[in-house]
């Protein structure tokens, strides 16, 4: 733990002193501000001390120092690089190092594309907006460590989102993330090759051990933040008596989350979409709560676990997720929801955000990633216009 340390000037401690000593000991300074330091006497006040105990008092000095020296140079590095990083410089911080400072938001990217689309982009740049004093972590499978990306990158979204303060992009390697995880034992057994839902059953994995180990909030990379979820222990009810995945929060070392991550491992069936995801928090959370259907915008709450409100995420449900791409008529203000989900796993048609389009998504995306509208869905607009010499 880093501890802060506070250090005042010779000035600041004379003017906490009384009138009737301030002249008494104005032409003692130098010894004052010594004696604040090292608790030691004034010289010329002190009796004599042999050599050797002379010499053992300037060896704690000088220890003192480099003690109080080495902590305030550890206190300038986080200071200056705690909320910014560029993917693999090694002077940089390690993700053990970022996620201990607790607290963090966590998104995964599972499969081996390198180049965040526009939907990714904006999950992580308003989270990074909603959450400042947070670091917003994205985890990528398909980045290694052999692999060198700058701000110089020509994947845009990497420039984008390197550029933020507090956003931190690391490779995603699960034998290490599933270290000291009942996870491990599964992890070390199947075979990818042969999973039928390899890329959504590796997350659902790697979300638990990494929320286990370290805390925070995990969010799917389909998920805008439109304002801080003040709980800290809870899980996403999708609709009544059934429990999303892809939005939950836990302190590190939870055992709610050390039980799913054991169910994991004992109800395995990677056959079954969801049977590793929002099936296994909502047969885990049933053991804990009798659940009931929500009245109104209330939430739920047993052991300590908040279960939020449908409306909390997913105010718009999966069958009508089609309407984050339409134009409405009155745009709906989410007076009650944190972040919305935009169900990209339905969008297999690939409906895309477009500059101009006045949609629901549109909006949104100018509202709480204006960056990223800027950048990915403006620029390349203008990049896809015809020009001029196109047009003779």
Request: with cysteine; charged share 20%; proline share 7%.
């Given at each position: 733990?880093l501890?802060?340390?506070?250090?005042?000037?010779?000035g600041s401690?004379?003017l906490?002193e009384?009138n009737s000593h301030?002249q008494?000991?104005?032409r003692?300074?130098k010894?004052?501000?010594?004696r604040?330091?090292?608790?030691?006497?004034?010289?010329?006040?002190?009796?004599?001390?042999?050599r050797?105990?002379?010499?053992l008092?300037k060896?704690q000095?000088?220890l003192?120092?480099c003690?109080?020296s080495?902590?305030?140079?550890e206190?300038?590095?986080?200071?200056?690089?705690?909320?910014?990083y560029?993917?693999m410089?090694?002077h940089?911080?390690t993700?053990?190092?970022?996620?201990?400072?607790?607290?963090?938001?966590?998104?995964?990217?599972?499969?081996?594309?390198l180049e965040?689309?526009?939907?990714v982009?904006?999950?992580v740049?308003s989270?990074?907006?909603?959450?400042q004093?947070?670091?917003i972590?994205?985890f990528?499978?398909?980045l290694?460590?052999?692999?060198?990306?700058?701000?110089?990158?020509?994947?845009?979204a990497f420039?984008?989102?390197?550029s933020?303060?507090n956003?931190?992009?690391f490779?995603?390697?699960m034998?290490?993330?599933?270290q000291?995880t009942?996870?491990?034992q599964?992890?070390n057994?199947?075979?990818?090759?042969?999973?039928?839902?390899w890329?959504h059953?590796?997350?659902d994995?790697?979300?638990?051990?990494l929320?286990?180990?370290y805390?925070?909030?995990?969010?799917d990379?389909?998920?805008?933040s439109?304002?801080?979820?003040p709980q800290?222990?809870f899980l996403a009810?999708q609709?009544?008596?059934?429990?999303?995945?892809?939005i939950f929060?836990?302190?590190?070392?939870?055992?709610?989350?050390w039980?799913c991550?054991?169910n994991?491992?004992?109800k395995?069936?990677?056959?079954i979409w969801?049977?590793?995801?929002?099936f296994?928090?909502?047969?885990m959370?049933k053991t804990?709560?009798?659940l009931?259907?929500?009245?109104?915008?209330?939430?739920?709450?047993?052991?300590?676990?908040s279960?939020l409100?449908?409306q909390?995420?997913?105010?718009?449900?999966?069958p009508?997720?089609?309407r984050?791409?339409?134009?409405?008529d009155?745009?709906?203000?989410?007076?009650?929801?944190?972040a919305?989900h935009l169900?990209?796993?339905?969008?297999?048609?690939?409906?895309?955000?477009?500059?101009?389009?006045?949609?629901l998504?549109?909006?949104?995306?100018k509202?709480?990633?204006?960056t990223?509208?800027?950048?990915?869905?403006?620029?390349?607009?203008?990049?896809d216009?015809p020009?001029?010499e196109?047009?003779?």
């Open positions: 733990m501890q802060t340390v506070w250090v005042s000037s010779p401690w004379a906490q009384s301030r008494g000991k104005k003692c300074w010894c004052r501000f010594v604040t330091i090292t608790r030691h006497p004034c010289r010329r006040h002190a009796p004599k001390r042999s050797k105990e002379r010499m008092r060896i000095i000088c003192c120092f003690f109080v080495g902590i305030l140079y206190i300038s590095l986080l200071s200056s690089s705690v909320f910014s560029l993917p410089a090694q940089y911080l993700p053990e190092q970022v996620l201990n400072l607790g607290k963090s938001i966590i998104f995964l990217e599972t499969t081996e594309r965040p689309p526009p939907l982009s904006c999950s740049e989270a990074a907006r909603i959450y004093d947070r670091p972590i994205l990528m499978r398909g290694t460590n052999e692999t060198a990306l700058d701000m110089n990158t020509s994947y845009a420039s984008l989102l390197s933020m303060k956003v931190f992009i490779p995603l390697q034998e290490t993330v599933f000291e009942p996870l491990l599964w992890y057994k199947v075979v990818p090759e042969q999973e039928k839902n890329v059953v590796s997350s994995a790697s979300r638990l051990a929320i286990w180990k805390g925070g909030i995990y969010m990379t389909d998920v805008i439109i304002r801080p979820i800290r222990s009810a609709k009544s008596r059934f429990s999303s995945n892809g929060g836990f302190p590190a070392r939870h055992k709610f989350v039980d991550m054991e994991f491992v004992l395995y069936n990677g056959n969801g049977n590793q995801g929002p296994l928090m909502t047969r959370l804990l709560c009798n009931t259907d929500f009245q109104g915008t209330e939430d739920h709450s047993c052991q300590n676990i279960f409100n449908p909390r995420f997913y105010p718009i449900p999966y009508a997720w089609s984050y791409y339409q134009v409405w009155k745009s709906p203000s989410f007076n009650h929801s944190y919305l169900w990209n796993f339905m969008n297999r048609n690939r409906k895309v955000v477009e500059a101009g389009s006045n949609t998504a549109e909006k949104l995306y509202t709480y990633c204006p990223t509208y800027e950048d990915l869905i403006q620029n390349a607009k203008h990049r216009l020009s001029p196109d047009n003779e």
